[in-house]
Each structure stands twice: as C-alpha cells, then as structure tokens.
C-alpha cells in the first residue's frame, strides 16, 4: 500500500509544480498579452478564483487540524487531514490548469 501512496503524492506533486512552473513561463513570454486574455475571459477567470478562494478556506481548514493533531492524539484527525490535504491538492491542480489554459497563448 506504501507504494501507491508513493505514486499518488508524486503525481499530485509533479502536478502541482508543472503547471505553476509553465503559468509562470507563460507569463515572463507573453505578460501583457497572457494578462489580457486573463481579463477578457472575466467569467472563465472569476470561476477559477472562486475555485480559488474554496482551496484557501480548505487550506486554512487543515491548517486548523494540524494545529488540533499536535494538542489532540485522535487518529480521526490524521484520516481527516489526508482527505482534506488530497482535495486541496486536486482543487489546485484544476485551479492552475484553468488558468494556464486561459493564459495559454
């Protein structure tokens, strides 16, 4: 069971370090023109910042479970963090992948 646990955070984190890393190459090639399409697809961009400020809520939200697992020693905590930390991390994949199809020139 280890290894796919392994091969699901190795994933998720190539994941979540190509597509910020291609955004941002994006943007120092294209800025004013990747900006401009950032701002002429205003319903397209909002949907993403709202997907955007749910993964903050859910940030802050496993923050506050972190900070309960170093007071409380309760094994619900640690299985409520990993599925919080998984969507998180899937809702970041699909906010940086919307946006790098946005910007994509």
């Given at each position: 069971?280890?290894?796919?646990?392994?091969?699901i955070?190795?994933?998720l984190?190539g994941l979540?370090f190509?597509?910020?890393l291609?955004?941002?190459?994006n943007l120092?090639?294209?800025?004013?023109?990747?900006?401009?399409?950032?701002?002429?697809?205003?319903?397209?961009?909002?949907?993403?910042?709202?997907?955007?400020?749910?993964?903050?809520?859910?940030?802050s939200f496993?923050?506050?479970?972190?900070?309960?697992?170093?007071?409380?020693?309760i094994?619900?905590?640690?299985?409520?963090y990993?599925?919080?930390?998984i969507?998180?991390?899937?809702?970041?994949?699909?906010?940086?992948y919307?946006?790098?199809?946005?910007?994509?020139?």
């Amino acid at each position: 069971m280890n290894i796919y646990n392994a091969l699901i955070n190795f994933i998720l984190f190539g994941l979540m370090f190509i597509f910020p890393l291609m955004i941002y190459l994006n943007l120092r090639k294209y800025k004013t023109a990747a900006l401009g399409r950032l701002f002429s697809n205003k319903s397209q961009t909002i949907r993403v910042f709202q997907f955007f400020a749910v993964a903050m809520i859910i940030y802050s939200f496993n923050v506050f479970i972190n900070i309960l697992k170093d007071f409380y020693q309760i094994s619900l905590l640690n299985s409520l963090y990993i599925i919080t930390s998984i969507i998180l991390s899937l809702l970041l994949i699909y906010v940086f992948y919307k946006l790098y199809r946005i910007m994509k020139l």
